[in-house]
């Protein structure tokens, strides 16, 4: 086998082929922080990986790719029972009844010592070794695909350097699960980097791990299609796969298609131009409305977050569950039901003068007039965050104060972005102006 592999492809490379690209299905994975309430569209949201899922092998279908690739992490984890693998098998049997084959690496959440149950998988799947990196040669449509499933969950090798030389006159693909280099709120598990994945010759690398699409290279193509369901209010917008052409061992065509049933969104709201309560919900009925046109009728969970100084700041203060439950009236109303209010934050200020206020002859006066001097100095600024701040980021997690994602509190830019936060904040605390507006 392995000589026959080593050969070449027997294809003619007049030959066009399409193929989908998807990662992070975590089907059974539940969706996150998702508060139930009346009226809230709970019969949308259940199953939300399932009805993703079954949207890829439509499209599949749909599309007539002649093969799908899935980079990792196609279960949230081990199975609570086997309706998930029977799932996923009724699945690519749809395939397997076109002839579309199916190449799949495992990632941290479905490594193989997670799964204790498992299910022969149907003669269209191929599942890649974890012991090694295997290559799988697809002569019917000239591809070979090279990958390596995770083992366990915490893989920290770089899987990629050890992966084989491309097969001559084939289209390789290289599929993989990984961070790369590293890329926010994802652990840096596999990590490679750009140069060694350009090294190996590949036609094309299809990634996962990433949640957020992204295209990291065209020479070669190196891409994360992002999950095919977005499962928490950081993983918001559209999300889904990657469909392919290729001619002549060349991508000619890149095309994001959504595959969500449920997508997450933010609505921002400042209540500086919005006098009062009923004001405020015509926003969020026209920001709401807005959205669903562009979720193109899917069910939305929406964060709304609500800022600035106004005259409204007193009655959001007093009563934020009053608020609350107004706006999810409200997007019950605006939507059909269709949304579910996930969250709302309130961050407003009471409406200040703070230019009048630094004019003053008292302690209020002095205190905006030292905070804007001290904005305006950054020797000044240098020495608060030596002696203010060292403390603070020694309490920090490590994580925290040191690597790619280090929290700098003593940067100039970020102080300076502190202290314009503290000026409306504490003035507000202590100005008899800020309580009773």
């Not at 000619?252 to 969104?265: F, K």
């Not at 002859?361 to 240098?382: F, I, K, M, S, T």
Request: with cysteine; glycine share 8%; net charge negative.
């Amino acid at each position: 086998m392995l000589f026959d592999v080593l050969l070449f492809c027997q294809v003619d490379w007049y030959l066009k082929m399409r193929f989908l690209h998807a990662a992070d299905l975590h089907i059974d994975s539940p969706l996150r922080g998702l508060d139930r309430y009346e009226g809230a569209p709970v019969d949308d949201v259940r199953g939300a990986t399932h009805r993703a899922f079954e949207n890829l092998i439509t499209t599949a279908l749909r599309e007539r790719v002649d093969l799908v690739v899935i980079g990792g992490d196609l279960y949230d984890g081990d199975w609570p029972d086997h309706n998930t693998g029977l799932f996923f098998i009724k699945g690519v049997t749809q395939l397997a009844e076109e002839g579309i084959p199916v190449a799949i690496v495992r990632g941290n959440h479905d490594a193989a010592s997670k799964l204790t149950k498992s299910l022969r998988l149907p003669r269209n799947v191929y599942l890649l070794a974890d012991a090694k990196p295997e290559t799988v040669v697809l002569d019917q449509i000239g591809v070979a695909i090279h990958g390596q499933s995770f083992v366990t969950p915490a893989v920290l090798d770089d899987l990629a350097s050890a992966y084989p030389a491309p097969i001559p006159d084939c289209f390789n693909i290289g599929l993989l699960h990984t961070s790369l280099n590293g890329r926010p709120g994802h652990d840096n598990y596999a990590p490679t980097t750009l140069s060694i994945l350009q090294g190996k010759g590949y036609d094309y690398w299809a990634l996962g791990h990433v949640h957020a699409a992204e295209i990291v290279s065209r020479e070669p193509w190196v891409v994360y299609p992002g999950n095919t369901q977005g499962r928490k209010i950081s993983e918001s917008g559209a999300k889904g796969c990657s469909l392919l052409s290729v001619e002549n061992g060349t991508v000619l065509e890149h095309q994001a298609i959504a595959l969500d049933v449920m997508r997450w969104e933010t609505l921002s709201l400042d209540i500086a131009a919005l006098p009062d309560l009923d004001a405020l919900l015509d926003a969020a009925t026209v920001g709401i409305r807005g959205r669903l046109v562009q979720a193109e009728g899917r069910t939305l969970a929406i964060r709304v977050r609500i800022a600035g100084n106004g005259p409204l700041h007193r009655m959001l203060a007093i009563q934020p569950e009053t608020v609350e439950q107004q706006l999810r009236s409200a997007a019950i109303e605006a939507s059909n039901a269709q949304v579910w209010i996930e969250k709302v934050e309130l961050t407003t200020r009471p409406q200040l003068d703070l230019d009048r206020i630094a004019e003053r002859d008292d302690p209020l006066g002095l205190l905006v007039r030292e905070l804007r001097g001290l904005a305006a100095d950054d020797a000044a600024q240098n020495i608060v965050a030596e002696a203010a701040i060292r403390d603070l980021l020694q309490k920090l997690p490590l994580e925290l104060r040191e690597g790619p994602h280090a929290l700098r509190l003593d940067a100039p830019d970020v102080l300076a972005e502190l202290l314009s936060e503290v000026e409306g904040e504490l003035i507000a605390r202590l100005s008899r102006e800020g309580a009773t507006s």
